[in-house]
């Protein structure tokens, strides 16, 4: 039962490479999520994704992109990482109104 | 303003003691409400969705006031493996699902 898949667990990156962060659920959500947590803070939004099809922005989207690329499919790609997106990156998918699953995060580093 | 705030905490209480949690939210629109716990930057875990009845789960009781826009979450008899950072989260319409910062509760022997 695998729920929420997250790769890589963790990443090391140049300032200025770029990478994309996979998602996926195998537990039939129509919502997916990305969030970012800093040290010392909570979580906080990237993007969303309603619907297979959707995306919208959420709290801290510049820097970022998003693709639904099917209904168990959701990545993120950074294009010109920088030091500032360091951080620990969690996914989370979901049935609308019911809690979120999450993903064990990626543990991304940025030199 | 922040669309999600929570108590700044920490917390540092004794077993056994009583510890009330509180979370606000901007959006009157919101929909569902839930109290999440997060270990050591695992990953978040469902602790209970929040009702607008109330509820309660054990030791833990949630309570929801949608005119003050207001959530809280008790835990009674505080037990040792409680220490962890407590989040509060609303759902908006559409789906958009905002966390609050985190309250830090540390259960001393």
């Known amino acids: 039962n695998a729920g929420v898949t997250q790769t890589p667990k963790f990443q090391v990156l140049k300032t200025g490479q770029s990478m994309t962060l996979q998602c996926a659920q195998d537990?039939?959500?129509?919502?997916m999520y990305w969030y970012r947590q800093d040290p010392g803070m909570g979580l906080r939004l990237i993007y969303y994704?309603?619907?297979?099809?959707?995306?919208d922005k959420g709290e801290v989207p510049n820097g970022y992109n998003v693709s639904r690329l099917n209904k168990r499919e959701f990545s993120l790609r950074l294009e010109s990482a920088a030091p500032s997106q360091t951080s620990v990156y969690f996914c989370?998918?979901?049935?609308?109104?019911?809690?979120?699953?999450f993903g064990d995060g990626t543990r991304l580093s940025i030199l | 303003r922040k669309e999600v705030e929570q108590d700044p905490g920490p917390f540092n209480v004794p077993e056994g003691a009583t510890v009330a949690f509180n979370c606000t939210y901007s959006?009157?629109?919101?929909?569902?409400f839930f109290w999440y716990r997060q270990d050591c930057r695992k990953e978040p875990k469902l602790l209970m969705s929040?009702?607008?009845s109330g509820n309660e789960d054990g030791r833990f009781t949630a309570q929801l006031n949608r005119a003050s826009q207001y959530i809280s979450l008790l835990i009674r008899d505080s037990k040792l493996s409680d220490s962890a950072t407590y989040l509060c989260?609303?759902?908006?319409?559409?789906?958009?699902?905002?966390f609050g910062p985190g309250t830090s509760l540390s259960v001393i022997p």
């Open positions: 537990m039939n959500h129509n919502s």
């Open positions: 994704s309603a619907s297979e099809g959707t995306t």
């Open positions: 989370a998918s979901s049935r609308s109104n019911q809690p979120q699953h």
């Open positions: 929040v009702y607008s």
């Open positions: 959006n009157s629109a919101s929909q569902s």
């Open positions: 989260v609303v759902r908006t319409s559409y789906d958009k699902v905002i």
